[in-house]
C-alpha cells in the first residue's frame, strides 16, 4: 500500500498569510497527486489534480507543486472561506486511492 | 449534472452487516468511470473503501477486504456496499463517489453517518 503523510497536521494562520502544506508518499508516484479541501460538515472538494493542475473555479491564490514523493500545496493570501482541512490523496495506484491524514488550516 | 445520494440505515448494531446503496443521476454508471465508496470517521481523515468499474470489476482496501462488497445495479442505476461484522470502529460518514480513470474523485455524495451501536 502506498502511504500518504501530510505535514503539519494543524497549522494556524491569519486572513492574508501565505502557507504552504507538504504531503509525502511512501514511494514513487510521479505526479499522481491530488489536493481536496474540506469544510465541516460537507464532502470534500478536488482542488488540484496531477500535483499541479487547478480544477476549474478554483481560485489562483491555490497552487500544488512537486513529483514522485514529495508534493506541497500554497495558498497565497489566505482568504476567511480557505479556512478548511486539506487532504493529499494518490492516484499512482488508481484504482487503488490512498489519502493522507489531512491538514486543518485554523485562524 | 452529475449528482449522488446515498441511503441507508444510520444506525447499524455490533457483529450486523452496513449496507448502503448510491443512486446516480446524470451519468450511467455503466458508462465509464469509478464508482466507490469512501468513509470518515468522526473527526479523522479520509479512508477509500473500495471501488466498482463499469466492467462489474471490484477493487478493495485490503484492510476492509474481507468483509466489503460492493455491487452495481445498471437498471437502476445505483451501486451498493455491504460491509459484514461491523464494530465500533466502523462508525462514520460514509460518502459515494464518481472516480475518473485517472483516480481524481471528481463527484461526491454529501455523506451518510452510519453509527455502529447496541
Known amino acids: 500500500d502506498i502511504q500518504m503523510t501530510h505535514s503539519p497536521s494543524f497549522l494556524s494562520a491569519s486572513v492574508g498569510d501565505t502557507i504552504t502544506i507538504s504531503c509525502r508518499a511512501s514511494?514513487?508516484?510521479?505526479?499522481?497527486l491530488n489536493w481536496y479541501q474540506q469544510k465541516p460538515g460537507t464532502a470534500p472538494r478536488l482542488l488540484i489534480s496531477a500535483a499541479s493542475s487547478l480544477q476549474s473555479g478554483v481560485p489562483s491564490r491555490f497552487s500544488g507543486s512537486g513529483s514522485g514523493t514529495d508534493f506541497t500545496l500554497t495558498i497565497s493570501s489566505l482568504q476567511p472561506e480557505d479556512f478548511a482541512t486539506y487532504y493529499c490523496?494518490?492516484?499512482?495506484?488508481?484504482?487503488?486511492?490512498?489519502f493522507g491524514g489531512g491538514t486543518k488550516v485554523e485562524i | 449534472q452529475v449528482q449522488l445520494q446515498e441511503s441507508g440505515p444510520g444506525l447499524v448494531k455490533p457483529s450486523d452487516t452496513l449496507s448502503l446503496n448510491c443512486f446516480v443521476s446524470g451519468f450511467y454508471i455503466s458508462s465509464g468511470s469509478y464508482w466507490g465508496w469512501i468513509r470518515q470517521p468522526p473527526g479523522k481523515g479520509l479512508e477509500w473503501i473500495g471501488s466498482y468499474y463499469q466492467s462489474g470489476n471490484t477493487y478493495y482496501n485490503p484492510s476492509l477486504e474481507n468483509r466489503v462488497t460492493i455491487s452495481g445495479d445498471t437498471s437502476k442505476n445505483q451501486f451498493s456496499l455491504r460491509l459484514n461484522s461491523v464494530t465500533a470502529a466502523d462508525t462514520a460518514i460514509y460518502y459515494c463517489?464518481?472516480?475518473?480513470?485517472?483516480?481524481?474523485?471528481?463527484?461526491w455524495g454529501q455523506g451518510t453517518l452510519v453509527t455502529v451501536s447496541s
Open positions: 490523496q494518490q492516484s499512482y495506484g488508481t484504482p487503488h486511492l490512498t
Open positions: 463517489a464518481k472516480i475518473g480513470q485517472d483516480g481524481n474523485v471528481y463527484y
Open positions: 514511494q514513487y508516484i510521479d505526479i499522481y
